[in-house]
């Protein structure tokens, strides 16, 4: 299948340190697209000072040729194309084929991607009987991350070393269990009967067809709405270096197994500040709805520090300009309504949160500007998706990235486990004390 991108990178004039009077030549390199940095992986056998960074704010933890970002021009690429290209032309799964191996495929390489997808739609058998442990109230990400790893003791050959021969297959057999997955865990939250997957139905349908079939009656699809929501997986599909991101590549860097990885990524996406925040922002306008306010008191709130509220979807480390995938998303949303004939009063509230927000000179200052959680959990209310369920659908599109990422991590000849150093800033030599002789 296709071969994955270069991970070269062309050198530039050293940088110059100056530490204690004394001068240091530093390696710079370039990215593809021009980006500079320079290298400190030899800083400490130089001159014993490590670099801080909290939150990595300015810290690139590996070279990637999967997705490019420039956050200042509000640029988003999978693999050298633009998302706006691939949101309006490509599909989820042929997308998820384009992060994973580097190109769009050819007909066959699709139609064998696709198959394999297809091969391995169904959990095993026994795996039906996990999901009865769970309570009904449990969140389906805590269902998915545990079922993620239960689901790879049904593979043992995963874990073989670097499991190179066998990638395709574990690729493809996460990226649609996940899927079903994530559909189980639905009915069981509701008390419903599973709905096994069907062969005809394409990625999309299917998973729908799992959520909202009866076994009596199968769901109606709406071309409309498969493709409203096989747009928000393909826009999920990837960000680069993201919390989850780094999560599955730390994992990996240890030769964990694929599912393994996947399963802490779905920990790492289940945070408000990261995939949650798409449940966070619906809650947040419907609390605005339900209250009357016409989102001022909510606007303040998130500009007092005191308050602890933050206005939900808005704001990223990297966008200091609109997310081009919000864009996307706020289009596809009136179309979306419109189509299926959904009024949401909660689509009036976001957009004159977004446009107070931006004509706020909090907001502006500090480039604050609707993510791509803004407007997707409207449309996955229009659809039908239930509020837990928004995140999973997050870790659903999600997948293919971490996928891509961890194989390149697979390929890496030079790949290291990674381990960053700290500050310590705790207590100096002190000595262990008897318990009786502690104070109470
Ligand atoms: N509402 C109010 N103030 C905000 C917000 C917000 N949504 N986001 C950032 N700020 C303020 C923050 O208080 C800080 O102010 P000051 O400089 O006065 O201390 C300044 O903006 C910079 O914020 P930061 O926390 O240093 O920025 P960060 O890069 O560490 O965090 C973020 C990025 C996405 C976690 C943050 O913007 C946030 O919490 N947003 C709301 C949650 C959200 O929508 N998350 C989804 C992110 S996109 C999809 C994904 O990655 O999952």
Aim: hydrophobic residues 40%; proline residues 5%; glycine residues 8%.
């Amino acid at each position: 299948m296709g071969a994955i991108g270069s991970l070269k990178t062309p050198m530039i004039t050293p940088a110059k340190l100056e530490l204690d009077g004394q001068v240091y030549e530093l390696p710079t390199l370039r990215g593809t697209e021009g980006e500079p940095a320079v290298s400190i992986a030899a800083l400490r056998d130089k001159t014993g000072h490590i670099t801080l960074d909290d939150g990595y704010s300015n810290t690139g933890s590996c070279r990637s040729a999967i997705t490019f970002i420039d956050g200042e021009k509000g640029i988003l690429r999978y693999r050298g194309i633009p998302i706006e290209e691939l949101a309006e032309k490509s599909t989820f799964v042929e997308t998820a084929y384009l992060l994973i191996y580097g190109n769009l495929p050819t007909r066959a390489q699709f139609r064998a991607f696709s198959g394999m997808l297809t091969d391995n739609e169904n959990l095993h058998e026994d795996m039906k009987y996990h999901f009865e442990g769970f309570p009904s109230t449990a969140h389906p990400m805590a269902i998915l991350s545990a079922m993620i790893n239960a689901s790879s003791c049904f593979y043992p050959g995963l874990n073989g070393p670097r499991n190179a021969d066998r990638f395709d297959v574990h690729a493809a057999r996460l990226i649609s269990q996940v899927r079903t997955i994530a559909a189980f865990s639905y009915r069981k939250s509701r008390g419903l009967p599973i709905i096994y997957p069907k062969r005809a139905y394409k990625y999309t349908a299917n998973f729908l067809h799992m959520m909202f079939s009866d076994p009596y009656e199968d769901y109606n699809l709406q071309p409309e709405i498969v493709r409203a929501l096989d747009l928000i997986f393909l826009l999920h599909a990837d960000h680069e270096q993201n919390c989850s991101t780094a999560t599955v590549r730390m994992v990996a860097s240890s030769q964990a197994n694929l599912f393994a990885c996947a399963a802490a990524g779905v920990c790492a996406l289940w945070g408000p500040l990261h995939g949650g925040a798409n449940q966070a922002v619906v809650e947040m306008l419907q609390e605005i709805h339900k209250s009357g306010d016409d989102g001022s008191k909510f606007i303040a709130a998130a500009k007092d520090k005191n308050s602890g509220r933050r206005l939900m979807g808005f704001g990223h480390r990297l966008y200091k300009n609109y997310d081009p995938r919000a864009t996307i998303i706020r289009k596809a949303c009136d179309q979306i309504l419109k189509r299926i004939q959904v009024a949401d009063p909660l689509l009036d509230i976001a957009k004159r949160l977004e446009e107070a927000a931006l004509n706020d000179p909090y907001f502006v200052e500090r480039k604050l500007y609707p993510n791509v959680d803004f407007y997707s959990g409207i449309i996955m209310r229009a659809v039908g998706i239930p509020l837990e369920m928004f995140t999973v659908i997050f870790g659903i599109g999600r997948m293919p990235g971490w996928i891509a990422n961890f194989k390149e991590i697979m390929e890496d000849p030079k790949g290291r486990i990674y381990r960053p150093r700290q500050i310590y800033v705790g207590s100096g030599l002190r000595h262990y004390v008897p318990l009786e002789q502690r104070e109470q």
